[in-house]
């Protein structure tokens, strides 16, 4: 039965893959705080961005935790937690931006500029 389960896009790539891919996306925007990426991507990128800067507005043992399973920079985590996350603290969500800037030369693919407002 397919009782609450969203019907979640595959991106065309394996589980691990994803899994992989959105990690390494999610740390490169905390470390860099802009990336290009296509839209699609980005879609999944900012509910996945907004829920550990939600985990990290609240510091303690668990949360950190729960963030090191999913962004393995320990760096980047550090700068999270000290950094990004304090100076988000009064906002309620919406930590990200997402701008739209030109069309990829092979495919078409729309890409977009995703900001962090930090």
Do not use: C, W
């Not at 790539?13 to 996306?25: D, E, F, G, I, Q």
């Not at 043992?61 to 100076?87: C, G, M, T």
């Amino acid at each position: 039965m397919k009782h609450l389960r969203k019907n979640k896009k595959k991106l065309g790539k394996s589980v691990s893959h994803r899994r992989a891919m959105l990690s390494n996306m999610a740390s490169s925007l905390l470390k860099y705080k802009t990336i290009t990426t296509t839209l699609a991507k980005s879609k999944f990128l900012i509910t996945l961005v907004d829920r550990l800067i939600t985990l990290a507005k609240e510091e303690n043992l668990h949360h950190r935790r729960q963030v090191y399973k999913f962004i393995k920079e320990d760096e980047v985590v550090r700068n999270l937690f000290s950094n990004i996350a304090p100076y988000l603290k009064d906002r309620p969500g919406g930590y990200l931006q997402i701008i739209k800037s030109h069309y990829r030369m092979g495919d078409r693919a729309s890409m977009v500029i995703v900001k962090l407002l930090a």
